[in-house]
């Protein structure tokens, strides 16, 4: 049976204005000049339903956004790059989330958001189940991002998602509410690809080493490890295979805001597209390199051709 979509994004679609360059001593300054100050789509759905959409799949988003200016900015984006927002919850009681990012000379950064903003008051009201028949894979872009979507809920989610068989990714960040690997362990259970960072992945699970912590996520049911070691790229740990495959060289990072979303939009890709494990994290590893040299979350991938570009270079550079 054919589906009218590719991807569900289930998560955060909120507003970023990224500062960039700051130094760390920014306070330290009464007036701060910048070259530029600008208001860009941010939040990890919206930026992996903007990025596969532009590597050519059929996206729907998820999430809550206020009535609001901020909520229109995020609207004309979605149509822009022909994102499906029929399942959008547009709430007149909350703001849209607006997050103000510091971006220093290397790349580092750190956000000042707003936390009665609605990415704190999105839950799974804002699921629609019924249209996880219309689509072949299910992203949770990141567990621990929106607070009221907790194990549970999470849980909820993905058993629904399995009755329509989709497939489930999902990525993650640093806990928000003090939350543990035992309260999304059975939420994990449902995910055939999981996306940690290689901090997140040490904090959640107390350990360093890349293959004992791949071995506790498959313990809990996760069926492929993906983990994102940065700039060395990704290690994939399944119950049949480990490999490690190394990032893109000779890339400058300008702004490092949404390179796991994009990475995660590359891996997606590929698994939509068919590719084994090794050409998805390929194909996830060079997404992710263009995206970190322009500042932005979504400004760096603009399409499929971009991504292929930079691929033929990454193979003839291993």
Not at 145 to 166: Q, T, V
Not at 174 to 197: G, H, M, Q
Request: with cysteine.
């Amino acid at each position: 049976m054919s589906k009218n979509l590719d991807v569900i994004c289930i998560g955060a679609a909120i507003v970023d204005i990224p500062l960039q360059p700051v130094s760390k001593n920014i306070f330290d300054i009464e007036s701060y000049p910048l070259n530029r100050i600008s208001m860009t789509i941010g939040g990890d759905a919206i930026n992996e339903a903007t990025i596969i959409s532009r590597l050519g799949h059929k996206v729907a988003l998820m999430s809550r956004i206020g009535k609001d200016a901020a909520g229109n900015f995020i609207l004309e984006a979605c149509e822009k790059d022909n994102i499906d927002v029929k399942s959008i919850h547009i709430d007149e009681n909350v703001d849209t989330s607006i997050n103000v990012g510091l971006v220093t000379e290397d790349g580092e950064r750190t956000f000042v958001t707003n936390r009665n903003g609605s990415l704190w008051r999105t839950t799974i009201e804002d699921v629609d189940f019924d249209r996880f028949k219309d689509a072949r894979l299910l992203s949770l872009a990141s567990i621990f991002n929106n607070p009221l979507l907790n194990g549970p809920a999470l849980e909820k989610i993905f058993m629904e998602a399995k009755k329509s068989n989709l497939i489930i990714c999902a990525d993650m960040i640093k806990a928000r509410l003090c939350e543990t690997l035992e309260d999304i362990r059975k939420a994990l259970s449902y995910v055939d690809y999981f996306f940690p960072n290689y901090e997140e992945a040490c904090i959640i699970t107390g350990k360093t080493d890349l293959n004992e912590i791949a071995d506790i996520f498959l313990e809990c049911g996760v069926k492929n490890v993906v983990i994102k070691t940065g700039k060395k790229g990704c290690y994939i740990k399944n119950n049949k295979q480990t490999l490690e495959i190394p990032a893109c060289k000779n890339i400058k990072a300008i702004d490092t805001i949404g390179a796991g979303d994009n990475f995660a939009s590359g891996f997606i890709t590929g698994i939509l597209d068919g590719k084994t494990l090794k050409e998805c994290a390929e194909f996830a590893n060079v997404t992710a390199a263009i995206s970190v040299q322009s500042v932005g979350a979504t400004t760096g991938v603009q399409n499929r051709e971009q991504v292929e570009k930079l691929l033929q270079v990454y193979h003839k550079e291993k």
